[in-house]
């Protein structure tokens, strides 16, 4: 979870000396204000509370992360000194648009792949903004999905650039369980034999990479004639066909969630 160092960052980032505006025009005086925003499934609520407790504003809200939310609602009603509402205006509204984004994309991500397999997880990969991996994560786990690999010590993933410079998958996959036999093994494919490969090797799961919908479905139930392996799927993955992949995959990985979501519009008003 983020600590107070970061908060701390973020809030010299933005405020910097001071806000020299609100110090030039504004009396400090107490005031109220309320925060709206939506619709979508909300995340960054739990976070715009430790600002909120940093600067002893007081607030109430009747949502937590996870709510889904239809239409323009009031999230806040906030109550405080002036100079310290506009101070940390922008920096609450930001937590709240940029993560509410990323939970609102990964829940129609997930609605419109369960339509065809109700028992896939779909998964954020490490793509993501540096630093703030974690909490992007979470917002996907708020809007209904699930993490691949947190961080590189997470699980064993053989990929392309891995094979192109130790090429023999059996190898691989035997040196990798031998050192780190309590983690994951996943071998990433990019045809068919190497998909077989990483089976016959004894990988725990196997990535089917930038497979077409006819080929993954093939691949698929030839897999699974050999092992009960998972398979996931990942590369080209959209809201458009993630559908049609579904019903061959355990997983479907896709960067779109932490990398190309829209932010979910929130504003903060004075009464």
């Not at 995340?43 to 600002?51: D, H, N, P, Q, T």
């Not at 504003?57 to 992360?65: E, G, I, K, P």
């Not at 239809?70 to 922008?90: C, N, P, Q, T, V």
Request: proline fraction near 2%; glycine fraction near 8%; charge should be negative.
């Amino acid at each position: 979870m983020m600590n107070d160092t970061v908060l701390s960052q973020w809030l010299e980032e933005d405020i910097g000396l001071g806000d020299f505006t609100t110090e030039a025009v504004v009396k400090n005086g107490l005031c109220k204000a309320k925060v709206h925003g939506g619709p979508g499934v909300l995340s960054g609520v739990s976070l715009a509370c430790k600002l909120l407790d940093r600067y002893d504003l007081s607030y109430n809200t009747n949502f937590v992360d996870g709510n889904r939310i239809e239409g323009k609602k009031e999230i806040f009603d906030l109550e405080g000194f002036s100079h310290d509402i506009l101070a940390i205006e922008r920096l609450l509204l930001n937590i709240l648009s940029h993560f509410s984004g990323i939970s609102t994309h990964t829940a129609r991500v997930v609605k419109v792949a369960k339509t065809t397999n109700s028992n896939l997880q779909v998964l954020a990969t490490r793509k993501t903004t540096p630093g703030l991996r974690e909490l992007e994560k979470e917002a996907v786990v708020h809007g209904g999905g699930s993490t691949h690999r947190m961080r590189l010590d997470d699980a064993i993933l053989i990929k392309d650039n891995h094979l192109k410079l130790f090429p023999d998958i059996s190898e691989a996959v035997t040196s990798s369980r031998d050192k780190y036999p309590d983690l994951m093994i996943e071998v990433e494919a990019d045809n068919l034999n190497q998909a077989i490969d990483g089976v016959k090797a004894g990988a725990d799961r196997i990535m089917l990479d930038n497979f077409t919908v006819e080929d993954a479905k093939f691949a698929y139930l030839k897999l699974k004639e050999i092992s009960d392996v998972d398979i996931e799927i990942s590369g080209g993955i959209t809201l458009d066909n993630i559908a049609k992949f579904a019903p061959y995959a355990d997983y479907i990985s896709l960067s779109s969630l932490t990398m190309a979501s829209i932010p979910v519009d929130f504003s903060l008003h004075v009464l």
